[in-house]
T-cell receptor, first 114, second 113 residues
């Protein structure tokens, strides 16, 4: 079953604006990660936030985690055309099925208009 | 070297063919993974190979079989696939099995005719 659910599914903004994506999950987690995927390519790790952390920054990225609400948000500030991609949250809590790996949310497709 | 390589980049095969996808990493990672990704969907975990132990997602059909010749290589053998198996197959590795970022390869785009 899908652990993370992103919101919105698609987002189109002007270059220079901030983009916010949200993710919700269902069970307890050890950590939550965000990945970016350019069209049809491999995923690139952006940031990892542990369950005992509330906020984390990396360059133009800011991630928050609210374990009481089982939700996380990814903020990209001062967006650029190169930020156009799909963004996925992922959790590593065991999700059944016999194998432990990342369970990805449905993703948010972000389009930055020049 | 912080790269995961996958070959081939593209593969077209018939339903009676046998083919293999290859994945390699030289980061000394102890866990490697295969994911399947359909268009406009998130990746779904298929297999995990960690500390010489293979874990299988029970929903993966037996026409997919992983093989780990050594700690740097993880192959995926394909046999008698169906058209619905057409997808992007992603390999990843991580330092350990849980709690670490995963490094992904560029993927193999598979088309089954």
């Amino acid at each position: 079953s899908q652990q993370g659910e992103e919101d919105p599914q698609a987002l189109s903004i002007q270059e220079g604006e901030n983009a916010t994506m949200n993710c919700s999950y269902k069970t307890s987690i050890n950590n939550l990660q965000w990945y970016r995927q350019n069209s049809g390519r491999g995923l690139v790790h952006l940031i990892l936030i542990r369950s005992n952390e509330r906020e984390k920054h990396s360059g133009r990225l800011r991630v928050t985690l609210d374990t009481s609400k089982k939700s996380s948000s990814l903020l990209i500030t001062a967006s650029r055309a190169a930020d156009t991609a799909s963004y996925f949250c992922a959790t590593d809590e065991y999700s059944g099925g016999g194998a432990d790996g990342l369970t990805f949310g449905k993703g948010t497709h972000l389009i930055i208009q020049p | 070297d912080t790269e995961v390589t996958q070959t081939p980049k593209h593969l077209v095969m018939g339903m009676t063919n046998k083919k293999s996808l290859k994945c390699e990493q030289h980061m000394g990672h102890r866990a490697m993974y295969w994911y399947k990704q359909k268009a406009k969907k998130p990746p779904e975990l298929m297999f995990v190979y960690s500390y010489e132990k293979l874990s299988i997602n029970e929903s993966v059909p037996s026409r997919f079989s992983p093989e780990c010749p050594n700690s740097s290589l993880l192959n995926l053998h394909l046999h008698a696939l169906q058209p619905e198996d057409s997808a992007l197959y992603l390999c990843a590795s991580s330092q350990d099995r849980v709690g670490n970022e995963q490094f992904f390869g560029p993927g193999t785009r598979l088309t089954v005719l």
